[in-house]
């Protein structure tokens, strides 16, 4: 079984000290009382409703935006034309930012996998 422990506060200006609960008031008043509270858990949080992502497309060469805030669908279809990976730069809208992040190459290669599915 765990032992109690409780701040004794009783110390001679030395501070207080962690003590086991029935040594606690080391020969002081043992009628006084010691209040022990059991430990709560904190309410569950609501998970965040999470909004569906944005996307910003824009060419690497003209620095032209090809598309800015589509969902998805609209950023692949946006990529469909294009030869390759690299000729674009992938954004995504950032809430906490409230700015535009780029997408890694790993994130850019993933979305450009999408590409030709219906």
Do not use: C
């Not at 858990?41 to 032209?64: C, G």
């Not at 850019?108 to 030709?116: E, K, S």
Request: charged fraction near 30%.
């Amino acid at each position: 079984m765990s032992k109690r422990w409780v701040l004794d506060t009783e110390t001679k200006g030395t501070g207080a000290q962690m003590v086991p609960l029935d040594k606690a008031h080391g020969g002081a008043d043992p009628r006084a009382p010691i209040v022990v509270r059991e430990p709560t858990d904190p309410p569950p949080k609501p998970p965040a409703a999470r909004e569906p992502r944005r996307f910003k497309v824009v060419d690497v060469m003209t620095r032209q935006t090809l598309a800015e805030d589509v969902d998805l669908r609209g950023a692949v279809d946006v990529l469909e034309p294009l030869r390759s990976v690299v000729d674009v730069n992938v954004y995504t809208w950032d809430v906490g930012r409230d700015d535009w992040v780029q997408l890694s190459q790993g994130d850019r290669g993933r979305l450009w996998d999408l590409r030709g599915r219906a």
